[in-house]
């Protein structure tokens, strides 16, 4: 069964980068007709897709943030990366990240909360 473990630091400055980690266990990220996603709730807000990366590299973002998000993975350690940039308090959520395949999502992460505040 693919599990998949959320990383990065809970606390980020307005105006600095998110990055965050998605290790993934039991499975591999290339195999074929896997999205790895990344999704996030806000506090007191519904989930809300981020983006994709695809089992051969190819990336996928919602439009409300694909100016600023970026989907990145490394193959060798089976891990897929979360970018965005000038982030704003109202990027603080949980970030979770998980799998997609035929059209629905199966596993997911915990989940990870950070907070943007100087």
């Known amino acids: 069964q693919v599990q998949l473990q959320e990383s990065g630091p809970g606390l980020v400055k307005p105006s600095q980068t998110l990055s965050l980690t998605c290790t993934v266990s039991?499975?591999?990220?290339?195999?074929?007709?896997?999205?790895w996603s990344w999704i996030r709730q806000p506090p007191g807000k519904g989930l809300e897709w981020i983006g994709y990366?695809?089992?051969?590299?190819?990336?996928a973002y919602s439009p409300s943030l694909e100016s600023r998000a970026s989907i990145s993975r490394d193959t060798s350690e089976n891990q897929f990366t979360l970018q965005l940039k000038s982030v704003t308090p109202e990027d603080t959520a949980v970030y979770y990240c998980?799998?997609?395949?035929?059209?629905?999502?199966?596993?997911w992460g915990q989940g990870t909360q950070v907070t943007v505040s100087s």
């Open positions: 998980a799998s997609l395949s035929d059209y629905s999502f199966g596993s």
């Open positions: 039991g499975g591999s990220i290339t195999t074929n007709y896997y999205y």
């Open positions: 990366i695809s089992y051969s590299g190819s990336a």
